[in-house]
């Protein structure tokens, strides 16, 4: 982790350490954060964060260990304020401000927007607080939906929760955790009466400044309270509401029909494509004879990853011409029809897909995935009950190949879903803000309630 010219600055540690997560090492990216962290400095908060934010992509690690790390990140750099007696709310629309470092082109843009557009402005009024540090024409669109918008990017801590505190809100969402350029000691000094997560973070944010975190039923099972620091708030069937990219290309006819053979895909970070992700996908690979595996990720753009990731496929015998890896593209539009060359997609694990999970259901590629204990391993099974693909949810390994195999060969099945799919997501909560945002405003009023 060394540079012969400043062999501990810890900033060089960090740029590593951001390089090696890009690739897909987390452990030699959390060994440098670790390492930065540990000397004294203004940059030992942001070397935890990013320790805290890549520790969930190890298959080994569990919730109580992801609480333990991030309590105490919360309790070197971030103490809680101790909770003060919320006032009697005041008559009038309900004050509900979100926060995020990611108000911009981004995969939360696909949940947040819709919900934004959808709220009851006769009874909500909408504060936005922005921590966007590079902005573009979706941080535009997110200004027009705020009744009051707020950039604190050029604000310290201490002046963001003033200017919080002076809005008098009822409730303030995170909408990010650990992710991002994420400001955690803006919900430590508790600017608002209550404090919830609702999406952006893959399970709970082990802070104690958290409230509430919204969830559902299949991420949270009921008897799994104790995984979380915050109280479970759950939204059914589900608590994503989707918005997909209206002009994506038309799905078309699944490839196997013009390839005769069935072609794979996953999409994801190349950080979720650890060793267990890749030894069941060579098993499937296996099960289903002749079949291929397109892998595509913004971290494969160069030769030497594209290498590294193919000869991880070769250790079991997997054959190189049966795995394509490709980088990311250019356009949105270019990404999308990529999913024209996917029959089936496979998920990863621990940390499923969401939105490149939606991405591919809009496109009309059914996903297998393997649900797991933690909320991170659960998300794309919430995902698939929404549009009647429960077939495609496997609970062990052996059942995740049975699932692909039987997939794989029910030609009828692919050939009706690359046209229904879209329709279903539509029609459930999950991509019909009409039917979603009064729930998740109902959840917001119950949730000031039991605190005041």
Not at 177 to 195: D, K, M, N, T, Y
Not at 314 to 336: C, F, K, M, Q, V
Request: with cysteine.
């Amino acid at each position: 982790y060394a540079n012969p010219l400043k062999p501990e600055d810890p900033h060089l540690l960090i740029g590593y350490g951001r390089a090696c997560a890009a690739r897909g090492d987390i452990e030699d990216a959390l060994a440098a954060f670790e390492i930065a962290e540990s000397k004294k400095g203004p940059w030992q908060a942001l070397a935890g964060k990013l320790f805290v934010m890549n520790l969930g992509y190890l298959p080994d690690v569990t919730t109580q260990d992801i609480i333990e790390c991030a309590s105490n990140w919360e309790k070197h750099y971030a103490p809680v304020a101790p909770k003060r007696t919320a006032p009697p709310r005041r008559p009038g629309k309900w004050r509900i401000g979100y926060y995020s470092p990611d108000f911009r082109s981004h995969s939360i843009s696909h949940f947040l927007l819709p919900i934004l557009e959808g709220h009851d402005r006769e009874a909500f009024e909408l504060y936005l607080y922005s921590d966007t540090l590079f902005t573009d024409a979706v941080t535009e669109r997110y200004r027009t939906l705020a009744d009051h918008w707020s950039d604190l990017t050029q604000f310290s801590v201490s002046q963001s929760v003033g200017l919080i505190e002076q809005d008098g809100l009822d409730l303030l969402i995170d909408c990010t955790g650990f992710f991002g350029a994420c400001r955690p000691e803006i919900f430590a000094r508790r600017p608002a009466p209550v404090q919830a997560h609702l999406i952006g973070y893959n399970g709970t944010t082990g802070l104690h400044s958290i409230d509430y975190r919204f969830s559902d039923e299949i991420c949270e099972p009921t008897g799994t309270e104790h995984d979380s620091t915050e109280t479970l708030v759950r939204l059914e069937p589900g608590f994503h509401c989707y918005r997909p990219n209206f002009d994506a290309p038309a799905p078309e006819p699944p490839p196997f029909i013009s390839n005769g053979c069935i072609t794979f895909g996953s999409f994801n970070n190349i950080a979720k494509i650890n060793d267990e992700v890749v030894a069941l996908w060579c098993r499937t690979l296996e099960a289903v004879p002749r079949s291929r595996l397109l892998i595509k990720a913004i971290g494969l753009g160069n030769n030497d990853s594209r290498k590294r990731l193919r000869a991880r496929f070769g250790a079991y015998g997997i054959a190189a011409d049966r795995i394509e890896i490709l980088p990311g593209t250019a356009s949105l539009e270019a990404h999308l029809k990529t999913y024209h060359r996917v029959d089936i997609a496979l998920d990863t694990f621990p940390v499923n897909g969401t939105t490149t999970s939606l991405e591919g259901l809009w496109m009309g590629v059914p996903m297998v995935t393997l649900q797991g204990k933690r909320h991170s391993a659960r998300v794309s099974s919430s995902l698939l009950s929404q549009v009647g693909l429960q077939a495609c949810i496997a609970t062990d390994e052996d059942e995740f190949v049975k699932a692909a195999k039987a997939l794989a060969a029910d030609n009828k099945k692919l050939i009706a879903w690359r046209s229904q799919l879209r329709r279903k997501i539509q029609a459930a909560p999950l991509g019909d803000p009409a039917q979603f945002v009064p729930k998740l405003e109902t959840a917001y009023r119950n949730s000031v309630s039991q605190v005041g």
